[in-house]
């Protein structure tokens, strides 16, 4: 099991563009979790999915950002019409299915540079 | 609403030295909380949670509901124990969400 994976590693951007960030979880799960760290800063949730439905966006920007995670294929982090204020490591998490809280494990991170 | 806060952004403690990283919440139910470790150039990984109770890597930590805290200890640091330590907060009913705080980067000095 190669773990959660996510591409790119390193994302540059100019300001306006649309950025896309990609997470594929371990196999067998179907619990995926989106986080961003500014620098300086934790970890700070955004949005909770599971396959075809967000369950939970509290921490999402209300503008530009979107998340999904499709039956089939990786997890998608969307940010359009980037902003320097965007610039931060985005991490993906998952975890597998059931009731409970179980361990989510960490993908390596994207990092997002604006420029 | 549910907080994590770790005072401490930084700590230096030398090796063999007993350790101490803090961690408060704040939550109105019953928490589920964690530990997450980043050693560098790696991925966070979990460290321990408090329900399973065990000792990882000779860290311990236990949940104080009265004191809110969820402190993490080792009686004497190694030099590998250096990393960026993640205490985080699990509460949201049958979700796995997890809230982080800021992290408190550990420096062991040989």
């Known amino acids: 099991n190669a773990g959660v994976m996510q591409n790119p590693r390193h994302l540059v951007r100019r300001r306006g563009q649309e950025a896309r960030l990609r997470c594929s979880p371990m196999?067998?799960?179907?619990?995926v979790y989106w986080y961003r760290q500014l620098p300086e800063e934790g970890l700070k949730f955004m949005v909770y999915?599971?396959?075809?439905?967000?369950?939970?966006e509290s921490g999402m920007p209300k503008e530009r950002f979107s998340a999904e995670f499709p039956k089939e294929g990786p997890s998608i982090l969307r940010i359009q019409q980037v902003v320097r204020g965007d610039s931060a490591a985005y991490f993906c998490?998952?975890?597998?299915?059931?009731?409970?809280?179980?361990?989510?494990?960490f993908g390596q991170g994207t990092r997002l540079t604006v420029v | 609403a549910q907080r994590v806060t770790q005072p401490e952004k930084l700590l230096s403690v030398f090796k063999g030295a007993p350790v101490e990283l803090k961690c408060n919440y704040s939550?109105?139910?019953?928490?589920?909380l964690f530990w997450y470790v980043q050693y560098s150039r790696q991925r966070l990984q979990l460290l321990l949670r408090?329900?399973s109770r065990e000792s990882i890597k000779g860290f311990t930590a236990d949940l104080n509901k009265g004191e809110t805290s969820f402190h993490l200890k080792k009686p004497f640091a190694q030099e590998e124990d250096s990393a960026m330590y993640y205490c985080?907060?699990?509460?949201?009913?049958?979700?796995?969400?997890?809230?982080f705080g800021t992290g408190t980067r550990l420096t062991v000095i040989p």
């Open positions: 939550y109105s139910g019953s928490p589920e």
């Open positions: 999915l599971q396959k075809e439905n967000i369950i939970d």
């Open positions: 998490a998952s975890s597998p299915p059931g009731q409970g809280r179980t361990e989510a494990f």
């Open positions: 985080a907060l699990s509460g949201i009913g049958g979700a796995n969400n997890l809230f």
């Open positions: 408090h329900i």
């Open positions: 196999k067998g799960h179907s619990h």
